[in-house]
Structures are given as structure tokens and as C-alpha cells.
Nanobody, 118 residues
Framework: QVRLVESGGGLVQAGGSLRLSCASS????????MGWYRQAPGKLRDLVAR???????NYGDSVKGRFTISGDPAKNTVYLLMDNLKPEDTAVYYC????????????WGQGTQVTVSS
């Protein structure tokens, strides 16, 4: 069974930085991609960033230029460095892992709270 463990959330002032970490375990194979989504109160869950085994990364429009995803899904790890944080970045951040070839299965972590004060 896939297990995703996130760490690194917390409270930070606007303009500050945080780094989230996520490790995947519980499977024989490693993910083909890992990423981060976030969900603020009353809003839909949105993609923050995603990275695949080739190192290709894509970002949500609202975080481009401020957030950086790194890590290696082949090694079951992904990180998210968040710089110049804004109050609107406040949300629960979820780590994700994608498995499968023709059909993709998406797994979710429990989430970690990020709160940015103004």
C-alpha cells in the first residue's frame, strides 16, 4: 500500500520561505511522477507543482517564479521550496505520487498545513 509522508509545513510571515518534503513508501516500484496540490478553505484542490522521472517540472500559474519543486520520483522523494510566500498561499498542501503505465493511479498524502500571515 502506498504511503506518502509529508513534513515541513508551518506558520510563516509574508515574504518568508518554507520547504516541504515528501517520501513515498510501501510499493515495489517507485512513482513515475510526484507533486504537490493545495486546498484552501472553500476552494478546490489545485495543482501546485509536479515533477516526473525525467526531471520535467510544471507549476500552477499562481506559484511560477516563487516555488521550486525538486527531488527524484525514482528515489521516492519530492521537495517543494516556497519563496516569497503570500497570505493567499495559505492552504493544506498534499503530496501526490503517480503510478502505472497506460493507466495512472494517483495517491495522496495526509496533507500539511501552511499558513502565511500578513
Amino acid at each position: 500500500q502506498v504511503r506518502l509522508v509529508e513534513s515541513g509545513g508551518g506558520l510563516v510571515q509574508a515574504g518568508g520561505s518554507l520547504r516541504l518534503s515528501c517520501a513515498s513508501s510501501g510499493t515495489f516500484s517507485s512513482p513515475k511522477a510526484m507533486g504537490w496540490y493545495r486546498q484552501a478553505p472553500g476552494k478546490l484542490r489545485d495543482l501546485v507543482a509536479r515533477i516526473d522521472r525525467c526531471g520535467f517540472a510544471n507549476y500552477g500559474d499562481s506559484v511560477k517564479g516563487r516555488f521550486t519543486i525538486s527531488g527524484d520520483p525514482a528515489k521516492n522523494t519530492v521537495y517543494l521550496l516556497m519563496d516569497n510566500l503570500k497570505p493567499e498561499d495559505t492552504a493544506v498542501y498534499y503530496c501526490t505520487a503517480e503510478f502505472g503505465l497506460s493507466d495512472t493511479s494517483l495517491y495522496w498524502g495526509q496533507g500539511t498545513q501552511v499558513t502565511v500571515s500578513s
